[in-house]
Nanobody
Framework: QVQLVESGGGLVQAGGSLRLACAAS????????MGWFRQAPGKEREFVAA????????TYADSVKGRFTISRDNAKNTVSLQMNSLKPEDTAVYYC??????????????????WGQGTQVTVSS
């Protein structure tokens, strides 16, 4: 079992930056692949980025590629999402997720086993 707590959301103007963090409980953080998803009002939850347990491999949605960077610090049990050049369409609740498949870095919602409560990101135009 792992508990995930997101932080770092807020209100930012278009073109600005935010850094989200997700703190995980437990002693085996490096055994979990981690992902970020988001859900805008009236829309389905969508994949944003993912990283394998070791941090060697990352994957991004096309909509954020080149603007967002996912990283992790296994010594601190944290995963981060650096978001640059934010756009109004990035407005959503952002969720951190953990997968028991250590080497997974994909977008399949069903392969993530644990979820945080989410943090709101609002980008004004």
């Amino acid at each position: 079992q792992v508990q995930l707590v997101e932080s770092g959301g807020g209100l930012v103007q278009a073109g600005g930056s935010l850094r989200l963090a997700c703190a995980a409980s437990g002693r085996t953080f490096s055994s979990y692949a981690m992902g970020w998803f988001r859900q805008a009002p009236g829309k389905e939850r969508e994949f944003v980025a993912a990283i394998t347990g070791s941090g060697e491999m990352t994957t991004y949605a096309d909509s954020v590629k080149g603007r967002f960077t996912i990283s992790r610090d296994n010594a601190k049990n944290t995963v981060s999402l650096q978001m640059n050049s934010l756009k109004p369409e990035d407005t959503a609740v952002y969720y951190c997720a953990a997968s028991l498949k250590t080497y997974y870095s994909g977008s399949r919602y069903s392969l993530y086993d644990y979820w945080g409560q989410g943090t709101q990101v609002t980008v004004s135009s």
